[in-house]
């Protein structure tokens, strides 16, 4: 199986007004094709940074990112992206947010927009097509962007805590959803998380991470068997690797221990 | 749900208007303030029944000018502010030369356009140009500027050209930020040509103005600011209507809608 995405010694800083801030330190882990990759860990730990690095936003100051075995030299179009925020575009109705994908890559609109329609019916929006994103709550508004991420059927998606401004009760369908969606396509993701359910319920692997500056804690290799579903979570293993995984923080002082 | 007889939003200001005539006429008259320092507002009403004619053959001159003026500095700034939004490093050379050639009063320089220009449509419609060129080209450029960092990724990552970047996604996230530029340009642009209308002319509202100050006119130099201040009402509401038909998204009318409810 070859590594979709791989990061050898990755190290970032940036330099920003009050001195140089080491964000990555070290960072080495790659992605198979078709692998569901959690990377996990507390805010300020280089999460968002990772995601800008293997998308070609951003380059690292050490090491080398690869996509399919080539350096990455420009920011990569082959992807999805779904940032922190939703980054929708405000005077762009519902649709034509998603549209934009096929618009800007010159792909047949026509074709594209039965996908978009299908796609937002999938995460619950239909009927919001033609609302404007102000019209929108914010996990409404994610959904979106969520879509918008997907409608060029990518073979690697990036998520950048895509659930983090959703209630409980919507983010646990979402999951759900990100889950089947994954199963039934097999893309590479790279799902970014500070929820330790989250990021186990999803992944295949998860990275978890330590900050400042970030680096690799371990990488847990996640033994439940698919289809998950939200019974998984009460399942017996999945309990340990949460343990696990909370006992790691709390050895790096990430969380206290009572 | 019970629901409470509210003005309608639009009327607001029409209200106050009238509140204001009314407070003016009853003032002037129980305080027996002669004509000659405060006319009534049912004296401007008759003068500018009586002098129809005039008044409007000077608005019309005084309009011509504003919009030619206004016009221009719109043509202009606009896409003078993209391109500096593109260069930095012009901008950065350009912009303290545009805040200083600011700092001069445009009223200083009038007579010196009029030197330069003649007694004609020119200088006024110059004067106006150049008052409302700066707060376009500022705003238009903070505007061009405004895409945070992570729609210039979205537009990165999905290989836009620098053109599509632009059409796409740069025009429309400044659209707002021209608007209120253009806005305030709406009320300068008046500004701009009477004040040129001042030294030298032979008609327009600033001309009668200075006509009727100097024959000692009070009800007719009121009459003609009355008409000055409804023209720059009606430009800032043209304004106002193209921006609501042309960004039925944006954020100051959502803000009006939820205050409706
Ligand atoms: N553009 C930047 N300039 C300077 N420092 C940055 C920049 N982006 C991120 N950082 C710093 O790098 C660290 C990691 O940030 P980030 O990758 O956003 O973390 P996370 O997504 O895990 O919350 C933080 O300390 C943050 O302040
Ligand atoms: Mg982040």
Same mark, same amino acid.
């Given at each position: 199986?070859?590594?979709?995405?791989?990061?050898?010694?990755?190290?970032?800083?940036?330099?920003?007004?009050?001195?140089?801030? *080491?964000?990555?330190?070290?960072?080495?882990?790659?992605?198979?094709?078709?692998?569901?990759?959690?990377?996990?860990?507390?805010?300020?730990?280089? &999460?968002?940074?990772?995601?800008?690095?293997?998308?070609?936003?951003?380059?690292? =100051?050490?090491?080398?990112?690869?996509?399919?075995?080539?350096?990455?030299?420009?920011?990569?179009?082959?992807?999805?992206?779904?940032?922190?925020?939703?980054?929708?575009?405000?005077?762009?109705?519902?649709?034509?947010?998603?549209?934009?994908?096929?618009?800007?890559?010159?792909?047949?609109?026509?074709?594209?927009?039965?996908?978009?329609?299908?796609?937002?019916?999938?995460?619950?929006?239909?009927?919001?097509?033609? &609302?404007?994103?102000?019209?929108?709550?914010?996990?409404?508004? *994610?959904?979106?962007?969520?879509?918008?991420?997907?409608?060029?059927?990518?073979?690697?998606?990036?998520?950048?805590?895509?659930?983090?401004?959703?209630?409980?009760?919507?983010?646990?369908?979402?999951?759900?959803?990100?889950?089947?969606?994954?199963?039934? =396509?097999?893309?590479?993701?790279?799902?970014?998380?500070?929820?330790? *359910?989250?990021?186990?319920?999803?992944?295949?692997?998860?990275?978890?991470?330590?900050?400042?500056?970030?680096?690799?804690?371990?990488?847990?290799?996640?033994?439940?068997?698919?289809?998950?579903?939200?019974?998984?979570?009460?399942?017996?293993?999945?309990?340990?690797?949460?343990?696990?995984?909370?006992?790691?923080?709390?050895?790096?002082?990430?969380?206290?221990?009572? | 749900?019970?629901?409470?007889?509210?003005?309608?939003?639009?009327?607001?200001?029409?209200?106050?208007?009238?509140?204001?005539?009314?407070?003016?006429?009853?003032?002037?008259?129980?305080?027996?303030?002669?004509?000659?320092?405060?006319?009534?507002?049912?004296?401007?009403?008759?003068?500018?029944?009586?002098?129809?004619?005039? /008044?409007?053959?000077?608005?019309?001159?005084?309009?011509?000018?504003?919009?030619?003026?206004?016009?221009?500095?719109?043509? !202009?700034?606009?896409?003078?502010?993209? @391109?500096? @939004?593109?260069?930095?490093?012009?901008?950065?050379?350009?912009?303290?030369?545009?805040?200083?050639?600011?700092?001069?009063?445009?009223?200083?320089?009038?007579?010196?356009?009029? $030197?330069?220009?003649?007694?004609?449509?020119?200088?006024?419609? #110059?004067? @106006?140009?150049? /008052?409302?060129?700066?707060?376009?080209?500022?705003?238009?450029?903070?505007?061009?500027?405004? @895409?945070?960092?992570?729609?210039?990724?979205?537009?990165?990552?999905?290989?836009?050209?620098?053109?599509?970047?632009?059409?796409?996604?740069?025009?429309?996230?400044?659209?707002?930020?021209?608007?209120?530029?253009?806005? $305030?340009?709406?009320?300068?642009?008046?500004?701009?040509?009477?004040?040129?209308?001042?030294?030298?002319?032979?008609?327009?509202?600033?001309?009668?103005?200075?006509?009727?100050?100097?024959?000692?006119? $009070?009800? #007719?130099?009121?009459?003609?600011? !009355?008409?000055?201040?409804?023209?720059?009402?009606? #430009?800032?509401?043209?304004?106002?209507?193209?921006?609501?038909?042309?960004?039925?998204?944006?954020?100051?009318?959502?803000?009006?809608?939820?205050?409706?409810?």
């Amino acid at each position: 199986m070859s590594a979709a995405l791989s990061l050898s010694s990755v190290g970032k800083i940036y330099q920003a007004k009050s001195g140089p801030v *080491q964000a990555l330190d070290g960072i080495d882990f790659s992605i198979g094709e078709g692998e569901f990759l959690s990377i996990l860990g507390p805010s300020g730990c280089g &999460k968002s940074t990772l995601l800008s690095l293997a998308s070609g936003l951003e380059f690292p =100051t050490s090491g080398n990112v690869a996509l399919s075995g080539k350096p990455i030299t420009h920011a990569v179009t082959d992807i999805g992206i779904v940032f922190q925020t939703d980054v929708l575009l405000e005077w762009r109705r519902v649709l034509d947010n998603v549209m934009i994908q096929p618009q800007i890559r010159g792909l047949d609109m026509k074709l594209y927009e039965q996908k978009a329609r299908d796609l937002l019916a999938l995460v619950g929006l239909t009927g919001f097509e033609d &609302k404007y994103p102000h019209e929108l709550s914010g996990g409404m508004r *994610q959904r979106v962007s969520i879509c918008r991420a997907l409608i060029h059927d990518p073979p690697l998606l990036l998520m950048d805590e895509p659930f983090g401004a959703l209630d409980a009760l919507t983010r646990e369908q979402m999951v759900m959803e990100l889950h089947l969606l994954w199963l039934r =396509t097999r893309k590479s993701v790279m799902f970014v998380t500070h929820d330790i *359910q989250e990021a186990i319920l999803l992944a295949q692997r998860v990275l978890v991470m330590t900050p400042r500056p970030g680096r690799i804690a371990e990488i847990v290799e996640v033994d439940l068997p698919f289809p998950r579903k939200p019974e998984t979570m009460e399942t017996r293993r999945f309990v340990e690797l949460v343990a696990h995984v909370r006992h790691l923080f709390e050895r790096h002082g990430v969380l206290k221990k009572y | 749900m019970k629901t409470r007889w509210r003005i309608p939003g639009s009327l607001d200001g029409l209200l106050v208007g009238a509140i204001i005539v009314v407070l003016w006429e009853v003032g002037v008259r129980v305080g027996n303030v002669p004509n000659y320092l405060l006319p009534p507002p049912s004296a401007i009403a008759q003068r500018m029944v009586q002098d129809i004619g005039s /008044i409007l053959y000077h608005t019309a001159a005084t309009t011509l000018e504003v919009m030619i003026g206004f016009a221009l500095a719109i043509i !202009v700034s606009i896409p003078l502010a993209a @391109a500096l @939004a593109q260069m930095r490093t012009v901008e950065r050379m350009l912009y303290p030369v545009l805040v200083a050639s600011q700092t001069i009063p445009k009223v200083a320089i009038a007579p010196l356009l009029v $030197v330069w220009f003649g007694f004609g449509l020119a200088p006024k419609v #110059l004067i @106006a140009f150049l /008052i409302c060129f700066f707060p376009i080209v500022v705003d238009s450029l903070i505007g061009f500027r405004s @895409a945070p960092k992570e729609v210039s990724w979205l537009a990165r990552s999905m290989g836009t050209t620098r053109w599509q970047n632009f059409i796409n996604f740069q025009i429309p996230a400044a659209l707002p930020h021209i608007f209120a530029g253009v806005k $305030v340009a709406s009320t300068l642009a008046i500004v701009g040509a009477i004040v040129g209308e001042f030294v030298a002319a032979d008609r327009g509202l600033g001309y009668q103005l200075i006509v009727a100050n100097g024959a000692l006119d $009070v009800t #007719l130099s009121f009459t003609v600011l !009355v008409v000055l201040s409804l023209l720059g009402v009606l #430009l800032y509401a043209l304004v106002d209507m193209v921006e609501r038909w042309a960004l039925p998204w944006h954020v100051s009318q959502r803000a009006i809608e939820g205050d409706g409810r």
